[in-house]
């Protein structure tokens, strides 16, 4: 079974740094583009980026290149979201996502994490 | 970078009837790599529809898409009580990928 299981709520303050991960199971990791996908409290659905586990190939969304780092560890199957500096509107749930279809980075999302809810205060 | 734009914003409806939901694209999507998922309060979306048309596994068959080039659709033909959630396209020809702003349908 295709699982991707994220890290758990993080409560962090402003300026403070973060990496959160996405570990898959059940396929082959190293095969699948992994994305990651932003939603702020009641808001809709913002694609931030993806990677290729394979060969850490990444593409940014030009919203969300300089503020955040995709980057993957192979050895571990999994996929993380790190941020620096941390700001209140970074306050949102991030989903990482995996298209259907190996290799291929411009495809839909099948599988879905459960989501990590990041909360950022000052 | 792809704009797309749903309507309407809300959709209040009954159970039975049909829903139509709009999904309009500032620039033709390649290869018609337009998906629609459905989202229910506190969980992660699920995929329903991908390649504009065609249903992902196990989406019931009231279900369905339709569209090309830069204005796309999404028909649920009967509502049920399960269906009322708020619906998003994406497209995913083009990078950076991108979704619309959503549509809430509602119970009427």
């Known amino acids: 079974e295709v699982q991707l299981v994220q890290s758990g709520a993080e409560v962090k303050k402003t300026g403070e740094s973060l990496k959160i991960s996405c570990k898959g199971s059940?396929?082959?990791?190293?095969?699948?583009?992994i994305a990651w996908v932003r939603q702020m409290p009641g808001k809709g659905l913002e694609w931030m980026g993806i990677?290729?586990?394979?060969?850490?190939?990444?593409k940014y969304s030009p919203s969300f290149q300089g503020q955040v780092t995709i980057s993957a560890d192979k050895s571990i199957s999994t996929a993380y979201l790190q941020w620096s500096s941390l700001k209140a509107s970074d306050t949102a749930m991030y989903y990482c996502?995996?298209?259907?279809?190996?290799?291929?980075?411009?495809?839909?999302?099948?599988?879905w994490g459960q989501g990590t809810l990041v909360t950022v205060s000052s | 970078e792809i704009v797309l734009t749903q309507s309407p914003g809300t959709l209040s409806l009954s159970p039975g009837e049909r829903a139509t939901l709009s999904c309009r694209a500032s620039?033709?999507?390649?290869?018609?790599?337009l998906a629609w998922y459905q989202q229910k309060p506190g969980q992660p979306p699920r995929l329903l529809i991908y390649?504009?048309?065609s249903r992902a596994t196990g989406i019931p068959d009231r279900f369905s898409g339709s569209g090309s080039g830069t204005d796309f659709t999404l028909t649920i033909s009967r509502l049920e009580p399960e269906d009322f959630a708020v619906y998003y396209c994406?497209?995913?020809?083009?990078?950076?990928?991108?979704f619309g702003g959503g549509t809430k349908v509602e119970i009427k």
């Open positions: 996502v995996r298209p259907s279809f190996p290799y291929k980075w411009n495809d839909a999302f099948d599988y």
């Open positions: 059940g396929y082959s990791f190293t095969a699948y583009w």
């Open positions: 990677i290729y586990p394979g060969d850490s190939d990444t």
């Open positions: 620039q033709s999507i390649s290869s018609n790599y």
């Open positions: 390649g504009a048309s």
């Open positions: 994406q497209q995913y020809g083009s990078s950076p990928q991108s």
